[in-house]
């Protein structure tokens, strides 16, 4: 299913909602945009919460093939594509940890950042704010992801998606309108469903950052720079794509 499907549906179940709770509440609202932005915000949040649990198909893995069209649409060589992979995935080359749980990295510290500018959360849910900060060394790495993303997302489900990095290609949940999505939880729904939506993201993700010139050009210090951020160098992030893309560049020929 492509974005635009999802959107289309998306806007059926909200106009539907929209007709059935009319006349219940349109009253309790000063204007139809006040309505409408309650809607928009309760439906979006029945789409997060089920998105993480049903959203995943059978086919969720991504191909090769998935790969080479992507690539070829992009204008880039599949083996650039197979190095952000390596880097962001690992070993795994995987976007789940399993079927049903896209791989995540919770950012605590953008979190705090976050939800500190609505300081009357944190008074009222200090005992879940004080578990997202707590250590867990007694759980696995995406345990603890996981938990804190789940516990965050009863604070402010919109900032616990934006604070987290998701997938095989490690986007922050802050970039979704880049990615092409219509909100932090369609973006969200997205990363859960499949390898290839998370493909379809990062492409998008490119060409909106416009560091898809820097892909096509294989200039990895730029891209580097722009994708993991400043302090790429120390940990090498442009040498270890460089590399990843020759090793890929073999296998190809």
């Known amino acids: 299913m492509t974005i635009t499907k999802v959107v289309n549906i998306r806007r059926i179940v909200a106009i539907m909602v ?3 709770m009319a006349p ?7 204007t139809i945009e006040e309505y409408q932005d309650s809607i928009d915000h309760a439906f979006d949040s029945i789409f997060f919460t089920s998105s993480l649990r049903f959203a995943t198909p059978a086919n969720y893995r991504l191909t090769e093939d998935d790969i080479r069209q992507v690539a070829n649409e992009l204008g880039v060589e599949v083996a650039a594509i197979h ?3 390596d880097i962001e995935a690992g070993s795994s080359h995987s976007g789940f940890y399993s079927q049903l749980e896209p791989i995540i990295n919770f950012d605590r510290k953008f979190f705090r950042s976050l939800i500190s500018k609505q300081p009357e959360k944190i008074r009222q849910n200090k005992t879940t704010y004080a578990k997202i900060m707590a250590d867990a060394p007694n759980q696995t790495h995406q345990q603890r992801n996981s938990n804190r993303l789940s516990l965050a997302s009863e604070i402010d489900e919109s900032i616990a998606i934006q604070s987290t990095f998701w997938g095989m290609f490690q986007i922050g949940g802050f970039n ?3 990615c092409g999505a219509q909100s932090p939880h369609q973006f969200a729904y997205l990363m859960s469903r499949s390898e290839h939506d998370q493909l379809e993201l990062f492409a998008k993700f490119l060409i909106n950052s416009d560091l898809i010139k820097y892909l096509r050009a294989k200039n990895w210090s730029a891209f580097a720079y722009y994708y993991n951020g400043p302090r790429y160098r120390s940990k090498k992030y442009h040498i270890r794509l460089a590399a990843a893309y020759k090793k890929h560049l073999r296998n190809n020929d």
């Open 18 to 20: 929209l007709i059935l």
């Open 83 to 85: 190095a952000v992979v």
């Open 24 to 30: 219940l509440s349109l009253f309790a609202f000063k």
């Open 176 to 178: 979704w309108k880049k």
